[in-house]
């Protein structure tokens, strides 16, 4: 069973930024894809950024150049550097994780105040 868990949220002014971290726990093997998501109230979960264990990077339109997305293989773990935050980045953030299966982490709230 793999466990998630994310941290790093906050609360930043319009064009700061944050570092979202998220650590995978209760698997030896390197996780084949992992990857944040975001949900704003009222709003469908949708992707952010994703990479798999070989680096292959893929970016939601919205925060492309602004967010970058990296992984420690060994340690399993992702974070999410996000610059340029604007308000409608407001959002609980969940890390998501593939092995097998899906594993979601239970989410740290970004709010970007204008």
């Known amino acids: 069973q793999v466990r998630l868990v994310e941290s790093g949220g906050g609360l930043v002014q319009s064009g700061g930024s944050l570092r979202l971290s998220c650590a995978a726990s209760?698997?030896?093997?390197?996780?084949?894809?992992m990857g944040w998501y975001r949900q704003a109230p009222g709003k469908q979960r949708e992707s952010v950024a994703h990479?798999?264990?070989?680096?292959?990077?893929n970016y939601a339109d919205s925060v492309k150049g602004r967010f970058t997305i990296s992984r420690d293989n060994a340690k399993n773990t992702v974070d999410l550097q996000m610059n340029s935050l604007k308000p409608e980045d407001t959002a609980v953030y969940y890390c998501?994780?593939?092995?097998?299966?899906?594993?979601w982490g239970q989410g740290t709230q970004v709010t970007v105040s204008s």
């Open positions: 990479i798999t264990n070989n680096g292959n990077t």
């Open positions: 209760g698997t030896k093997l390197s996780i084949a894809s």
């Open positions: 998501r994780a593939v092995l097998f299966r899906e594993y």
